[in-house]
C-alpha cells in the first residue's frame, strides 16, 4: 500500500506516526498510573477507576461553563484550575470511598473487585442523573486547538503535545513521591509489610487513605486531560477499564518503571498495527499479544524479586 | 396490591392452580379472553388488545440507561410529545393514549424481553421502539410471533421489511446515494476514504456507498476502516486520511467514538473548510457531545434538519422546546420518532380498528402533512417516501441545509445492484 | 472458614445431608410445580432465561467459592455454548426454502448481508444435532483447558487471573462484533426458529425448554455435589485455604484447578445453549465484561459456597433487576450497585450464608426436638 507515495510523504507520515503512538502512550500512561498506585501497590482492584476519571472530566466540564460565564477573561487559563479541581475532587471521593468501603475489604482482594464494580455502577447512574445521558462537550481555550506545522507536511497537534507534557509532569511526580519522599518511603513500606510498618510507627491506615486517594486524583487528572481527545458520558468511563488493568497487570503490578515499559510497548504495538491493519483487527492482535504474553511470563515486563 | 388478600384471590389463585395441573399453556391465553365491555370496544378491538371504552395502550420502549441512552432519549421524548398532542385533540378513535415505557438498557436481549412483555402482559396496540438495528433485529421476531406493530425512527441499513413493523426513518439508499451524486456533482469528488464504527449499520451503509461510487460514479474509493464502538483513538487512521488525501471523507462512526473523532480530526489540522467530510452519522444530537466548533463545516446527510424553515416544523420545535426545555436539541431520529404516533393514529382511524392486522394493512399510503420534515407518505413496504437534504454544520451546534432533492424518494430495502 | 467441627471422614459423610436433601426438594418443588403453576407463560419463560444464568453462578461456585479461582470471563463460555447452540438453530432456520430472497439462498441471512456465498467450513459441521451438543460441552471446555492450564501451571492466581479472564472475554466480544460476517456481528444471531422442526417459539416449546432446563440444572447440582463431596472437592477447599501445603503433599495443584476451571465452564456453556434454545437468539452482549461480572454477583447474593444458593441468588438478583427495572427504569443501576456493595461488605457468604447463621440452627433445634436421634447431628458442612 506504500508504493504510490513519495519518500517526503513517507517520512513525513512516519514522523507523525509516530507522535500518534507516543500520545496514546501519554493517554495510556495517565490511565495506568493511578491504578499502578492502586493495585500495583495496594493490592486492590478498583473497578471504579474509569468512573474516578470520568468525575474528572466532568469537573472540567462544569469549570469551563463557569469560567465562560463568569470570568471570561481567565477562559485560556481554566485548564489548570479544571485539573486541580479534577484532582481534588477524585481525590476526595477516592479517600471517602477508601474509608466506606476498601478499608473493610484488605484481606478479601476478588471482594473489593465486586464492591468496587457496584461502585462504579452507582456512580454511573448518579452522573447519568446530575448531569444528564448525552455526553458533554468541553470548550477548549483557542491556544489548545489546532496544530503546529512543523515542515510543509508534518502537522504536530497541539492538544497532543499538552497531554503528553502533562503526563511527563505528573510521571515525574509521582516518582518522586513514592521514591524520593517520606510518604513514599511509609507507602512502599506498607506494602512490603503491614504489621512491621506499624510496628514502626507508621500510621498504615492514613498511609492506606493517602494513596487511595493519591491514585484517585490522578485518575482525575487523567480524565480532565482526556476531554481534549475523548468523550465525558456517564458510561465512557468503562471503555477504558480493561486496557489499563491489562496495562498494569503486563507491565508488573508492583513496578512504576514496569506500567511505562508497558504503556510503551502496548500503545507503540497498537498505533503501528492501526495503521497497516484495520481498527478492529488491530486491537484484537494487541490484546491477544498480551494476554498471550502474560500467560507466558506472568509476572509482566519487570517485576519485584519476591517469592509469593 | 397489599389489600387484595382477600377470598378472590384466593379461589384465583387455586382456580389457576388448577389450570397449571390441567394445562399449563393455557394460562398464557387467560388474559386474553378477559375484555369485553362496551360494543364500541368489542367492533375496534377483536384480538385482544389493551383497549377500553377511554383508553387505549401504547408501549414506548428505548434506551433510558447505558450507553444507546444517549441517543434513545431524544425519541422517547419526541414520542411523548407526539402522545400528548394526540391526547389534547381527542386522541384516537375518542380513546386516550396510555403510555406504558420499558427500558431496554442498551441490551439487545432486555429489548427482546420487554417487546414480549409490552405485547403479551400489557396488550399494547402498538411499540413506538428500539433504536440501533441489533435492538431491532433482536426485538423483531418476538414483533412477528406475537403479532405486535412496531414503529422504528431510525435511519438504518435496509435489507428488511416486515408486516409488524413501520420505519420511519429513511433506509440506507435513500440516505446515501443522493447525498453521494450532490458530492461528486458540487465538489467534483473522485476519491473517498470510510471510517466506520464496526457493526452491521456502517458495513451496510458502505457496502452501497461503494457500489454506488464505483459503479454508477465511476470514481474511487481509497480506503475502508472500521473500529469496535467506543474506540476512541483516530491519529493513525487521521494519519492515514493525510497520506491518501482522499477528495471526500465519508464517516458513519457512532456513539462516544464520534466526539474524539472530531475532535482530534480538527486538532490534526484538518480543516473542514477545505477538507469535504460528508457523514451519515451526525444529528444535532450528536453535535452537543462533539462541540459545533469541531465538527464546523463538514456536510450531514439526513432527511431532517432543526433548522428546516417550514411552518410544521417551526410549531413542532416550539412544542418540543415547551416540553422539554429551551436547550434540546432535535435530530433526524427525533423527528422520526415524533412521526409514529401520528402515522399509527392515521393507520388506525383508516381501518376504523386498532387490530394490528388492519392497522398493518391501511398504513400503506397513509399520508402525513403536517409531518415537521414537509410530508411524509408510507409506502407498501412500510418504510415511507422521503426527501434527502444535505447540511453544513455550523459552530452554533445546528445545520444550514444547503441542497434538498427535488422529489419524495421512494424507499427500496432491497435494492437491486447493491448487495 | 473449615469449621473446627468438620473432623467426619469419608465414612460418615453420606453424599446429601438431611439438609440438603431438603433444600433440594424446596428447590425443584419450586422451579417444577410452584412457578409453573403461579406465573403465566411469559413469566415463566423469563423465569427459564434466569435459570440458565444459574449454571454459570453453579459453575462459579465450585472454581470461585470452592477453588478460590475467580474468573470474570465466564461469560465467553456462556457465549461459546449459546454461539455453537444458536448456530445449529440458525443454519436450520436458514433452508434454502426460507432464504430465497437471499443473493445466496441457503447460508444464514447475516452472511448474505456481508456478501458471503458460501457456508464456511466451521459452520458446516453444525447442520447435525449431536455434533452441536457434542461442541456444547468439548470446546468450552477445551477452551477452559488451554487457558487454565497454561496459567495455573505458571502459578497465576487470584487478581491476575480475574483480570487476564477479563480480557479474555473483551478480546472474544470484538473478535465476535469484528467478524460479522461469520457470526452476526453485534446483532448476534436472531430469528432462530426450529430445532430439528420443532418450532421453539411457541408457548408449549417455551414451557417443555423450561423443564428441560430445570431438569438440567439440577442434574448440574447433583454433579456438583458429587465433586463437592468426592476427595477432588475437598483437595479444592484445602487448595483454595492453603495451597502450598497442598503443593508439598504432592497434589498436582494446577491440575486440579484447570479441572475445577474447565467443570464451570461446561456448566455455563450448557447454559448458554439452554438460553439460545428459550429465548431464541444470541448475541455479544452475553459474552462481555459486564455479563461475566453480573454473574459472578448471582454466585455472590446466593453465596459462594452454597450451591442451592447460586440458583437462589441467580433468581433473586434477576426478579430484582426485572422488577426495579420496570418500575423505576431510571434508578435500578443504585439498587444494583447497592446489592453489590451490600452483599461484600455484609454478607460475604450471600444468602446461604445468612441461612446458615439465623435459619438452620433453629430448623436444626425444631428436627432434634421432634426426632431426638443424634446419629443425624447435622454437622456444618465441611465449608
Redesign the interface.
Known amino acids: 500500500m506504500l508504493g504510490d507515495y513519495s519518500l517526503t510523504d513517507l517520512s513525513s507520515i512516519f514522523v507523525m506516526q509516530g507522535f500518534a503512538g507516543l500520545i496514546l502512550f501519554s493517554v495510556y500512561t495517565l490511565m495506568a498510573l493511578g491504578l499502578a498506585i492502586i493495585f500495583g501497590q495496594m493490592g486492590v482492584i478498583n473497578m471504579a477507576h474509569g468512573e474516578f476519571m470520568i468525575l474528572g472530566a466532568y469537573m472540567t466540564y462544569l469549570c469551563s461553563g463557569f469560567f465562560q460565564t463568569h470570568l471570561p477573561a481567565l477562559f485560556p487559563a481554566y485548564f489548570f484550575v479544571a485539573m486541580a479541581l479534577a484532582f481534588v475532587a477524585s481525590g476526595a471521593l477516592g479517600m471517602l470511598v477508601e474509608w466506606a468501603l476498601i478499608r473493610h475489604l484488605y484481606k478479601r482482594p476478588l471482594d473489593t473487585l465486586l464492591a468496587t464494580w457496584g461502585l462504579s455502577l452507582i456512580l454511573q447512574q448518579a452522573y447519568r442523573t446530575i448531569f444528564g445521558p448525552r455526553e458533554v462537550g468541553v470548550e477548549l481555550p483557542a491556544w489548545l486547538i489546532g496544530s503546529v506545522q512543523v515542515t510543509d507536511t508534518i502537522e504536530i497537534p497541539i492538544n497532543g503535545m499538552f497531554v503528553m507534557a502533562i503526563t511527563l509532569l505528573i510521571t515525574a511526580g509521582v516518582a518522586l513521591l513514592m521514591y524520593r519522599s517520606r510518604f513514599g518511603a511509609q507507602v512502599r513500606a506498607v506494602v512490603q509489610n503491614r504489621p512491621m510498618a506499624g510496628a514502626v510507627g507508621i500510621d498504615t491506615e492514613k498511609v492506606d487513605r493517602l494513596t487511595f486517594g493519591l491514585g484517585c486524583g490522578i485518575a482525575g487528572v487523567a480524565g480532565s486531560a482526556f476531554t481534549m481527545v475523548g468523550s465525558t458520558g456517564p458510561t465512557s468511563g468503562q471503555l477504558y477499564i480493561v486496557d489499563t488493568f491489562l496495562i498494569v497487570v503486563f507491565g508488573g503490578a508492583a513496578s512504576l518503571l514496569g506500567t511505562i515499559a508497558s504503556a510503551f510497548s502496548i500503545s507503540q504495538t497498537q498505533s503501528t498495527l492501526e495503521f497497516f491493519l484495520s481498527g478492529s483487527t488491530a486491537k484484537v492482535i494487541t490484546l491477544l499479544a498480551v494476554v498471550g504474553i502474560l500467560m507466558l511470563r506472568p509476572q509482566g515486563l519487570f517485576t519485584l524479586k519476591v517469592r509469593r | 396490591m397489599a389489600e387484595s388478600k382477600g377470598n378472590g384471590l384466593q379461589s384465583a389463585?387455586r382456580r389457576?392452580?388448577l389450570m397449571?395441573?390441567a394445562g399449563?399453556?393455557a394460562?398464557?391465553l387467560?388474559?386474553r379472553m378477559a375484555f369485553a365491555a362496551g360494543p364500541a370496544t368489542a367492533t375496534v378491538n377483536t384480538t385482544g388488545l389493551a383497549v377500553t371504552d377511554t383508553e387505549v395502550t401504547v408501549g414506548i420502549l428505548h434506551s433510558?440507561?447505558?450507553?444507546m441512552?444517549?441517543s434513545e432519549?431524544g425519541s422517547i421524548q419526541a414520542e411523548k410529545l407526539a402522545i400528548a398532542q394526540i391526547n389534547e385533540a381527542g386522541g384516537v378513535l375518542g380513546r386516550k393514549i396510555k403510555i406504558i415505557?420499558?427500558?431496554g438498557?442498551s441490551?439487545?436481549?432486555t429489548f427482546?424481553?420487554k417487546a414480549?412483555?409490552l405485547l403479551?402482559?400489557d396488550h399494547c396496540a402498538a411499540v413506538m421502539g428500539c433504536w440501533?438495528?441489533?435492538s431491532r433485529?433482536?426485538a423483531?421476531?418476538v414483533f412477528e410471533?406475537y403479532n405486535g406493530l412496531l414503529y422504528y425512527p431510525t435511519f438504518y441499513?435496509g435489507?428488511e421489511q416486515s408486516k409488524n413493523v413501520i420505519y420511519t426513518g429513511q433506509e440506507a439508499t435513500q440516505q446515501i446515494l443522493e447525498s453521494l451524486n450532490w458530492v461528486a456533482k458540487e465538489k467534483g469528488a473522485k476519491t473517498y476514504f470510510f471510517i466506520g464504527s464496526?457493526?452491521?449499520w456502517p458495513?451496510?451503509s458502505n457496502?452501497i456507498a461503494r457500489k454506488h461510487i464505483e459503479n454508477v460514479l465511476k470514481t474511487k474509493v481509497v480506503g475502508e476502516?472500521?473500529?469496535?464502538?467506543?474506540?476512541?483513538?483516530f491519529?493513525?487512521?487521521?494519519?492515514?486520511l493525510?497520506?491518501t488525501k482522499p477528495d471526500v471523507i465519508f464517516t458513519d462512526v457512532v456513539g462516544?467514538?464520534?466526539?474524539?473523532f472530531y475532535?482530534?480530526l480538527?486538532?490534526?489540522?484538518i480543516d473542514l473548510s477545505k477538507q469535504t467530510l460528508l457523514t451519515i452519522s451526525v444529528t444535532e444530537?450528536e453535535i452537543?457531545?462533539?462541540?459545533g466548533?469541531?465538527i464546523a463545516g463538514a456536510y450531514s446527510c439526513m432527511k431532517y434538519f432543526q433548522s428546516l424553515k417550514n411552518p410544521n416544523n417551526e410549531k413542532f420545535v416550539a412544542a418540543f422546546h415547551k416540553m422539554w426545555g429551551e436547550k434540546t436539541v432535535i435530530g433526524d431520529v427525533t423527528q422520526a420518532a415524533y412521526l409514529g404516533p401520528f402515522l399509527w393514529k392515521m393507520a388506525v382511524e383508516k381501518a376504523g380498528s386498532f387490530d394490528v392486522d388492519k392497522v398493518a394493512a391501511a398504513s400503506a399510503d397513509i399520508e402525513f402533512k403536517e409531518a415537521p420534515e414537509g410530508y411524509v407518505k408510507i409506502h407498501p413496504n412500510h418504510h415511507l417516501w422521503s426527501k434527502t437534504r444535505v447540511a453544513k454544520a455550523l459552530p452554533n451546534g445546528q445545520f444550514e441545509v444547503v441542497y434538498e432533492s427535488k422529489d419524495l424518494i421512494e424507499p427500496n430495502p432491497?435494492p437491486k445492484g447493491y448487495? | 472458614m473449615i469449621s473446627p467441627k468438620s473432623t467426619s471422614t469419608v465414612h460418615d459423610n453420606p453424599f446429601m445431608k438431611p439438609m440438603e436433601w431438603i433444600s433440594l426438594a424446596l428447590l425443584a418443588a419450586v422451579i417444577f410445580l410452584v412457578l409453573p403453576m403461579l406465573l403465566d407463560a411469559f413469566r415463566l419463560n423469563l423465569v427459564g432465561k434466569y435459570l440458565t444464568y444459574s449454571f454459570v453462578a453453579l459453575g462459579l461456585v465450585i472454581c470461585w467459592g470452592f477453588g478460590g479461582i475467580l474468573s470474570l470471563g465466564q461469560g465467553v463460555f456462556f457465549g461459546l455454548g449459546g454461539y455453537l447452540m444458536a448456530m445449529f438453530l440458525k443454519l436450520e432456520a436458514s433452508s434454502v426454502e426460507n432464504t430465497k430472497i437471499q443473493s445466496t439462498p441457503g447460508i444464514p441471512d447475516f452472511m448474505d448481508w456481508n456478501q458471503i456465498t458460501e457456508l464456511p467450513w466451521f459452520w458446516k459441521p453444525f447442520t447435525s444435532l449431536p455434533f452441536t451438543i457434542l461442541a456444547v460441552i468439548v470446546v468450552p471446555a477445551f477452551f477452559a483447558f488451554v487457558i487454565g492450564s497454561a496459567m495455573f501451571r505458571r502459578r497465576v492466581g487470584g487478581t491476575y487471573f480475574a483480570i487476564i479472564t477479563q480480557a479474555i472475554a473483551a478480546i472474544l466480544t470484538i473478535l465476535i462484533v469484528g467478524q460479522q460476517g461469520y457470526t452476526g456481528g453485534i446483532n448476534g444471531i436472531t430469528d432462530l426458529r426450529t430445532l430439528n422442526g420443532w418450532d421453539i417459539r411457541t408457548d408449549r416449546a417455551h414451557n417443555i425448554l423450561y423443564f428441560v432446563n430445570g431438569g438440567l440444572l439440577v442434574a448440574c447440582i447433583l454433579f456438583a455435589q458429587y465433586v463437592k463431596r468426592s476427595k477432588l472437592g475437598r483437595i479444592l477447599v484445602a487448595m483454595r485455604d492453603k495451597e502450598d501445603r497442598v503443593r508439598f503433599s504432592g497434589y498436582p495443584v494446577a491440575s486440579f484447578k484447570t479441572f475445577a476451571f474447565c467443570l464451570a465452564a461446561v456448566f455455563a456453556a450448557i447454559g448458554g445453549a439452554m438460553f439460545t434454545l428459550q429465548v431464541g437468539f444470541m448475541s455479544p452482549s452475553f459474552v462481555g465484561i459486564v455479563p461475566s461480572i453480573e454473574m459472578v454477583i448471582y454466585a455472590a447474593v446466593g453465596g459462594r459456597l452454597s450451591l442451592f444458593g447460586a440458583v437462589w441468588g441467580t433468581l433473586l438478583v434477576n426478579w430484582a433487576k426485572t422488577t426495579f427495572s420496570e418500575s423505576f427504569p431510571e434508578l435500578w443501576l443504585f439498587g444494583l450497585g447497592g446489592l453489590f456493595i451490600l452483599v461484600v461488605l455484609a454478607f460475604p457468604n450471600g444468602l446461604a450464608g445468612i441461612y446458615r447463621t439465623y435459619v438452620e440452627p433453629r430448623l436444626t433445634r425444631r428436627v432434634k426436638a421432634l426426632e431426638p436421634a443424634p446419629a443425624v447431628a447435622l454437622p456444618h458442612a465441611a465449608e
Do not use: C
Request: proline residues 6%; hydrophobic residues 35%.
Open positions: 389463585l389457576r392452580l397449571g395441573l399449563v399453556p394460562i398464557a387467560m388474559p433510558a440507561t447505558g450507553t441512552a444517549i432519549t415505557q420499558e427500558d438498557a441490551d439487545w436481549p427482546a424481553e414480549k412483555k403479551v402482559n440501533t438495528s441489533a433485529k433482536a423483531l421476531p410471533q441499513e435489507l464496526d457493526y452491521i458495513r451496510t457496502k476502516e472500521y473500529f469496535p464502538l467506543g474506540h476512541t483513538q491519529n493513525s487512521v487521521i494519519n492515514k493525510k497520506l462516544g467514538s464520534n466526539v474524539a475532535k482530534q480538527k486538532a490534526a489540522g444530537d452537543d457531545g462533539i462541540g466548533d469541531n432491497f448487495q
